[in-house]
């Protein structure tokens, strides 16, 4: 691959891992989208509402190095609260082994090739085959006319064909926990979604994640995030907020406030 | 809300989703025109939401991406776990400090590390960190110095599988007491999988240190502004040490580690640098020791041209790299050896007539062949005779051998 498109696939990469879980308008919900609707976003998966019941979700970009699939499935209210679960699937093995490189043979940062995320050194043993399964638990509750609330919790696991050198780690936000899983076999996750309507066309969608790696030297990572969504109409919307990250490294641990922008489309049939 | 799906005046009909990506980028502005009124609000909101961010933002603790710094700073100052009895006061009249100096290559012994050695390794296992540790750590007991300069020193980097090297001396050696200065501060590194990096020079000593401070060098004016951001940002570490010893002035330490690649004069301004602040030490009355890593061979050295040993196997026959050729830098020392007041601690006279067992490098990561002499030690007060040793039996635990001397502070000032 050419230096600019190995360039592109990691700013993609890290694009697109940067937002993930940054799902709203009705993904970070329990809601399913109905029948025949497509929404997605420049950094957002491609959903589909395949039935009443059941959504697909998946990353186009991402999923021609990071396979990946998701599907929600709508279960019978209870006590007033929608319910869903939310099943993905992703094979991140393709990726991790193309960031894996010295770098693109471009020296403009400080005289060293750009570019290699994953260390080359000989003594890293390939990165082994791996897939990890989320399972997510979602419920999400109307509070007064202007509120929506959702909470959720999921566990997940991952299974390798091989050992996975822990110097292969990308100590970045967002990212080392989300891969986390691959080191540790398993992580549970937990969180809360408030989404308000300020205006019309204005919402404010504040949430709260934490991702725990049972067992090992890193285990707590806390995300918030506040995003101001300005809907033009059903199918377009604006989003732009902050991200704050505060996690557990293997170097320590280290706060990290990052910005979120996002569009999203929908398509209704 | 999210129930706009129900509403039959919100379904709209299929279309191509890159008209409408075009249509949304085209009418944005105008969607913002049109509802001034909701803009206004949002606006409101956002401004305050912008403020509480900036406020937070700026009473946490997030890090940017390179750490710069001021002229002049603390550094960061290192206890050990427990403390070692300073030892024995030497007696009246015969008051000696042994000091020490190494650059330890951050525990990579001799390892052939891909920037400096020909080699490809980039990121140590701790096995191997650990393994470099403890030989450093038997030497600098077996030596057993009062004070330690060091440099090249990790304290949160993925190369050194994040081991925080100064604490780890201190614990494993006899010295009490640290200080820190980053050299290179940088969040992530994409090249090579480098990721976080921090290393820099470092000061041990049995006693307390009092007073620290960490003055900033010339940043290298052979590169652009991009590269002089991400490249290392080499520093001069001074610190008060409480020596006790009925002392009638304050006694200092000063460590340097000066630029190795660079084309231009910015090794000579920091050189320079260096020499002033010990003259300003003087000045007022204060005795001090300093030395560390000069990247700069003594005057009338008898080889000027290390471009044969330093070259890789890949490098053509007539590749010179960057550093290894001092030709131009000959006299660049002068002052450390002419001055009056400044004596280092292997004599000059001693250097000249034999240059081969000072000398304390070499790249070369097989075959036992120092080549050239770039770390010194320097003092305002007299050295004991012959005290000075380079421990190039250190050959197999850094690219660097250490220097050590010991120092006869009751000799007065001239």
């Known amino acids: 691959m050419k230096p600019g498109k190995r360039i592109i696939v990691i700013c993609l990469f890290l694009l697109l891992v940067s937002i993930a879980g940054n799902n709203n308008w009705s993904s970070g919900t329990a809601t399913i989208l109905p029948k025949g609707r497509w929404e997605m976003g420049l950094f957002q998966p491609l959903r589909v509402g395949q039935t009443e019941r059941i959504e697909w979700s998946i990353h186009p970009i991402l999923s021609f190095q990071i396979p990946n699939i998701s599907v929600k499935i709508a279960h019978p209210r209870f006590n007033g609260w929608e319910f869903a679960t939310r099943h993905s699937l992703i094979y991140p093995t393709p990726l991790l082994r193309r960031l894996r490189l010295k770098g693109f043979g471009i020296s403009t940062l400080a005289e060293m090739d750009v570019g290699g995320i994953i260390s080359n050194d000989p003594t890293i043993s390939q990165i082994p085959h791996m897939v990890s399964l989320k399972n997510e638990a979602l419920l999400t509750k109307k509070i007064g006319v202007k509120t929506l609330l959702t909470g959720k919790g999921g566990i997940s696991f991952a299974i390798k064909n091989g050992k996975l050198d822990s110097r292969t780690t990308i100590d970045l936000p967002i990212v080392f926990p989300r891969l986390g899983v691959y080191y540790n076999g398993y992580a549970v996750n937990l969180g809360a979604d408030l989404l308000q309507q300020l205006t019309k066309k204005l919402q404010f969608l504040s949430d709260v994640d934490m991702i725990l790696l049972p067992g090992a030297d890193e285990v707590f990572t806390f995300e918030h995030k506040g995003l101001f969504i300005w809907n033009k109409h059903s199918d377009f919307r604006i989003l732009v907020g902050y991200k704050l990250v505060y996690g557990e490294y293997p170097f320590g641990t280290q706060w990290h406030l990052l910005p979120l922008f996002d569009l999203e489309w929908g398509i209704s049939k | 809300m999210n129930d706009n799906h129900s509403n039959p005046e919100l379904i709209y009909r299929p279309r191509w989703i890159v008209p409408i990506i075009r249509d949304a980028i085209k009418n944005y502005p105008i969607i913002v025109l049109k509802d001034i009124r909701n803009f206004k609000n949002a606006m409101r909101i956002f401004t305050f939401t912008a403020l509480c961010l900036f406020s937070f933002?700026?009473?946490?603790?997030?890090?940017?991406?390179?750490?710069?710094?001021?002229?002049?700073?603390?550094?960061?100052?290192?206890?050990?776990?427990?403390?070692?009895?300073?030892?024995?006061?030497?007696?009246?009249?015969?008051?000696?400090?042994?000091?020490?100096?190494?650059?330890?290559?951050?525990?990579?012994?001799?390892?052939?590390?891909?920037?400096?050695?020909?080699?490809?390794?980039?990121?140590?296992?701790?096995?191997?960190?650990?393994?470099?540790?403890?030989?450093?750590?038997?030497?600098?007991?077996?030596?057993?110095?009062?004070?330690?300069?060091?440099?090249?020193?990790?304290?949160?980097?993925?190369?050194?599988?994040?081991?925080?090297?100064?604490?780890?001396?201190?614990?494993?050696?006899?010295?009490?007491?640290?200080?820190?200065?980053?050299?290179?501060?940088?969040?992530?590194?994409?090249?090579?999988?480098?990721?976080?990096?921090?290393?820099?020079?470092?000061?041990?000593?049995?006693?307390?240190?009092?007073?620290?401070?960490?003055?900033?060098?010339?940043?290298?004016?052979?590169?652009?502004?991009?590269?002089?951001?991400?490249?290392?940002?080499?520093?001069?570490?001074?610190?008060?040490?409480?020596?006790?010893?009925?002392?009638?002035?304050?006694?200092?330490?000063?460590?340097?580690?000066?630029?190795?690649?660079?084309?231009?004069?910015?090794?000579?301004?920091?050189?320079?640098?260096?020499?002033?602040?010990?003259?300003?030490?003087?000045?007022?009355?204060?005795?001090?020791?300093?030395?560390?890593?000069?990247?700069?061979?003594?005057?009338?050295?008898?080889?000027?041209?290390?471009?044969?040993?330093?070259?890789?196997?890949?490098?053509?026959?007539?590749?010179?790299?960057?550093?290894?050729?001092?030709?131009?830098?000959?006299?660049?020392?002068?002052?450390?050896?002419?001055?009056?007041?400044?004596?280092?601690?292997?004599?000059?006279?001693?250097?000249?007539?034999?240059?081969?067992?000072?000398?304390?490098?070499?790249?070369?990561?097989?075959?036992?062949?120092?080549?050239?002499?770039?770390?010194?030690?320097?003092?305002?007060?007299?050295?004991?005779?012959?005290?000075?040793?380079?421990?190039?039996?250190?050959?197999?635990?850094?690219?660097?051998?250490?220097?050590?001397?010991?120092?006869?502070?009751?000799?007065?000032?001239?």
Not at chain 2, 203 to 214: M, Y
């Open chain 2, 57 to 414: 933002t700026f009473f946490s603790s997030c890090d940017p991406l390179v750490t710069t710094f001021e002229d002049v700073e603390d550094a960061v100052m290192y206890k050990a776990a427990s403390i070692t009895e300073p030892g024995v006061v030497p007696p009246e009249g015969f008051d000696v400090i042994k000091v020490m100096t190494w650059n330890i290559r951050f525990g990579a012994a001799r390892i052939p590390w891909y920037i400096d050695s020909c080699g490809d390794r980039v990121l140590l296992t701790k096995k191997e960190v650990m393994t470099g540790l403890e030989g450093l750590a038997e030497k600098i007991k077996q030596v057993n110095p009062d004070i330690l300069l060091l440099q090249e020193v990790d304290v949160e980097s993925k190369r050194t599988a994040y081991v925080d090297e100064v604490q780890w001396l201190l614990d494993h050696t006899d010295m009490n007491y640290g200080a820190f200065a980053s050299m290179h501060q940088i969040q992530f590194i994409p090249s090579d999988g480098m990721g976080r990096i921090d290393q820099g020079n470092a000061i041990l000593s049995r006693w307390k240190i009092l007073e620290t401070e960490r003055i900033q060098l010339p940043l290298r004016g052979d590169q652009s502004a991009l590269t002089q951001y991400f490249w290392v940002r080499r520093n001069i570490l001074k610190v008060k040490i409480n020596i006790p010893l009925s002392l009638p002035r304050d006694f200092y330490v000063v460590n340097i580690h000066a630029a190795a690649f660079s084309t231009d004069d910015t090794k000579r301004q920091q050189i320079d640098k260096f020499i002033e602040i010990l003259d300003e030490l003087d000045d007022n009355g204060a005795y001090y020791v300093a030395g560390g890593d000069l990247n700069e061979i003594p005057p009338s050295s008898d080889s000027t041209n290390f471009c044969d040993e330093d070259r890789c196997p890949e490098d053509a026959d007539d590749f010179c790299r960057d550093g290894s050729d001092f030709y131009a830098e000959t006299d660049w020392l002068n002052d450390l050896y002419n001055g009056y007041t400044i004596h280092p601690a292997v004599p000059w006279s001693e250097y000249l007539e034999d240059n081969s067992p000072h000398f304390t490098h070499s790249v070369v990561t097989t075959g036992y062949s120092w080549n050239r002499k770039l770390d010194y030690l320097f003092s305002n007060s007299e050295w004991v005779a012959g005290s000075h040793i380079t421990h190039q039996d250190a050959f197999d635990l850094s690219d660097h051998a250490p220097i050590s001397a010991t120092l006869n502070i009751d000799q007065p000032i001239p």
